[in-house]
C-alpha cells in the first residue's frame, strides 16, 4: 500500500509564488517518474511537470520558465515551486508517481485570484 499526501495549495493573487509538496509512503521500493497534474472545472486533467529518476524534467509550455519540479529521493517527496502564477493556473493539483505501479495524490486545491 502506497500512500501520497500533498500540501501547499491555496489561495493567492496574480504573481504570487506557492510551493507545493508531495510525499510517499508505504511499502515503495523505487520510485520512477514523479509528476504534477492539475484539473480545473470543465477540463480534463492535465500534465503540469514531470521529473525522471534522473532529474530530468520536463513542463508544460504554459508553466515553462515559471514553474520548477525537483524532487528529493531520500524523503520520497517531489515539489513544484510556482512563480509568477496566473489566474489560468487555478486548479486542483494532483501528484502522480510511477513504481512503476502508477498512484495518485488526493490533490490540493490551487487558487490565483486577479
Known amino acids: 500500500q502506497v500512500q501520497l499526501v500533498e500540501s501547499g495549495g491555496g489561495l493567492v493573487q496574480a504573481g504570487e509564488s506557492l510551493r507545493l509538496s508531495c510525499t510517499a509512503s508505504?511499502?515503495?521500493?523505487?520510485?520512477?517518474?514523479m509528476g504534477w497534474y492539475r484539473q480545473a472545472p470543465g477540463n480534463q486533467r492535465e500534465l503540469v511537470a514531470a521529473?525522471?529518476?534522473?532529474?530530468?524534467?520536463l513542463y508544460a509550455r504554459s508553466v515553462r520558465g515559471r514553474f520548477t519540479i525537483s524532487r528529493d529521493n531520500a524523503k520520497n517527496t517531489v515539489y513544484l515551486q510556482m512563480n509568477s502564477l496566473k489566474p489560468e493556473d487555478t486548479g486542483f493539483y494532483y501528484c502522480?508517481?510511477?513504481?512503476?505501479?502508477?498512484?495518485w495524490g488526493q490533490g490540493t486545491q490551487v487558487t490565483v485570484s486577479s
Open positions: 508505504g511499502n515503495i521500493h523505487t520510485i520512477n517518474n
Open positions: 502522480r508517481i510511477t513504481t512503476p505501479q502508477v498512484y
Open positions: 521529473i525522471s529518476s534522473s532529474d530530468i524534467a
